[in-house]
């Protein structure tokens, strides 16, 4: 059971450049998310996706692109990064009838 | 804005005494209180849940403390052991709405 796989597990990148964090799931789950993780702000959710073409904003939505084409798929792009935008990315989903929420192990992105 | 708030930011804990985290909401809508525990390098995965029809749920040595009418949960971690040390999170969503919000974590440290 792979659950959900996160790609690339660490990324260096530099100011400017467009950056793409990939998620995949293997449990046809309809919701998907995307949170950032920082010392001091807990997970804050970027985007969401209900179900294959279906995407809404969260908390800290600027600066990020979402796009959901297969229900398996939630890929997270970073258009033109910035230094602020340096954070450990967590790509998650909802289990149908219980709620839980399901992580991925994380995508680690620093911004030079 | 948060609509979750965790506290402490960190916990010492002698082994075999009592791990207690707090959590206080505001958004009276909430109606699920998930606690999420994190080891480094993974992502979060859910430890114990609660919904507002009940005060307490217990599973093993974790115990949720629900007050609704002053708007706070707590988690009790009995007998807590070096293998509990690990980052808390509190978070809390409303039915329908699969986002969850999250609390900033308590790292939590289990001395031997």
């Known amino acids: 059971d792979a659950g959900i796989t996160q790609s690339p597990r660490y990324k260096i990148t530099e100011t400017g450049r467009q950056v793409t964090l990939m998620c995949h799931q293997t449990w046809s789950h309809s919701y998907m998310f995307w949170y950032r993780q920082d010392l001091g702000h807990g997970l804050r959710l970027i985007y969401y996706s209900a179900a294959a073409d279906i995407t809404d904003k969260g908390e800290v939505p600027d600066g990020y692109v979402v796009s959901r084409s297969k229900t398996e798929n939630f890929p997270l792009t970073l258009e033109s990064a910035t230094r602020s935008q340096t954070s450990v990315y967590f790509c998650?989903?909802?289990?149908?009838?219980?709620?839980?929420?399901?992580f991925g192990e994380g995508s680690r992105l620093t911004v030079l | 804005q948060q609509q979750v708030k965790q506290s402490p930011q960190s916990l010492i804990v002698q082994k075999g005494g009592i791990s207690i985290i707090n959590c206080a909401y505001e958004?009276?809508?909430?109606?699920?209180f998930p606690w999420y525990q994190q080891f480094p390098g993974k992502g979060p995965a859910l430890l114990i849940a609660i919904r507002p029809d009940v005060s307490e749920k217990k599973e093993g040595r974790f115990t949720i403390s629900f007050n609704k009418s002053a708007k706070q949960f707590s988690l009790h971690i009995m007998d807590s052991q070096p293998g509990d040390s690990a980052t808390y999170f509190c978070?809390?969503?409303?039915?329908?709405?699969?986002?969850?919000?999250f609390g900033s974590g308590t790292r939590l440290q289990v001395q031997p």
């Open positions: 998650a989903s909802t289990h149908p009838s219980t709620g839980e929420l399901f």
């Open positions: 958004n009276t809508a909430f109606d699920y």
């Open positions: 978070a809390a969503s409303t039915t329908g709405r699969r986002a969850l919000t």
